[in-house]
């Protein structure tokens, strides 16, 4: 199994700035993914993460907003940009090793004032 | 990946076997159907998956029609702690573009009664 850590775990943050979401799995990993969750809905593909290039986004997803970085096989970054309210969210990051079993972490929740 | 139908809602009484249902009438032979459920607050965990086989872990049973059109997850003796929104996802496990791309649905939720 895989154990995947998300640093901040929440945030408030003023309109119009950026964050950035840090995800540390503790095993190499094959595939990482990060989600978001709106208020009282499911969760949304954002984008997968690759190793070594560029992040493969979903549609409505584009990487002006959510730029995302994956350095090596146990870590990777998504960062919120030029936040709106709209942005609130729980953000998850996901990782998917050799078994067919994907973990997630625990979430980060942001709220943009 | 094929869409799958779940009811919004269900309830089961502590002790009793949970039986939650769902419907994947389009699943293409190479898709597996995936159980994840997400407790309050937290991340989706992993439960069961299976392609065609009826299978078991600690955690629950999943049993495939044979047709694959619906499946059932099985929670034997449901607790408190199971109180979650349960996701059915159909996924190929290898090749394609969707490949490792888990697609949530609204999920059921699972209330657990004392």
């Known amino acids: 199994s895989a154990v995947i850590s998300q640093k901040p775990s929440r945030d408030i943050c003023q309109r119009g700035t950026s964050l950035t979401i840090q995800c540390q799995v503790d095993?190499?990993?094959?595939?990482m993914f990060w989600y978001r969750q709106q208020p009282g809905q499911s969760l949304t593909l954002i984008a997968t993460?690759?190793?070594?290039?560029?992040?493969?986004?979903e549609s409505g997803f584009v990487i002006d907003k959510f730029p995302i970085s994956r350095p090596n096989l146990t870590f990777s970054t998504l960062t919120v940009s030029n936040m709106s309210p709209e942005d609130s969210s729980i953000y998850l990051c996901?990782?998917?090793?050799?078994?067919?079993?994907?973990?997630f972490g625990p979430g980060t929740r942001l709220t943009v004032t | 990946d094929a869409k799958t139908t779940q009811p919004p809602s269900m309830d089961c009484a502590e002790g009793r076997a949970a039986n939650l249902p769902c419907n994947h009438s389009?699943?293409?032979?190479?898709?597996?159907v995936y159980w994840y459920r997400q407790i309050h607050s937290q991340g989706p965990q992993y439960i069961i998956h299976?392609?065609?086989n009826n299978e078991t872990n600690e955690m629950a049973s999943l049993i495939i029609t044979e047709d694959r059109k619906s499946s059932t997850l099985i929670l034997p003796h449901a607790t408190l702690r199971d109180t979650a929104v349960y996701y059915c996802?159909?996924?190929?496990?290898?090749?394609?573009?969707?490949?490792?791309?888990?697609?949530f649905g609204q999920g059921t939720i699972l209330t657990v009664h004392p």
């Open positions: 996901s990782a998917r090793g050799g078994s067919y079993e994907q973990y």
């Open positions: 095993s190499q990993v094959t595939m």
């Open positions: 993460a690759n190793q070594g290039s560029e992040a493969t986004y």
């Open positions: 389009t699943i293409s032979g190479n898709e597996y």
């Open positions: 299976g392609l065609k």
């Open positions: 996802i159909a996924l190929a496990n290898a090749g394609g573009t969707s490949y490792g791309k888990l697609t």
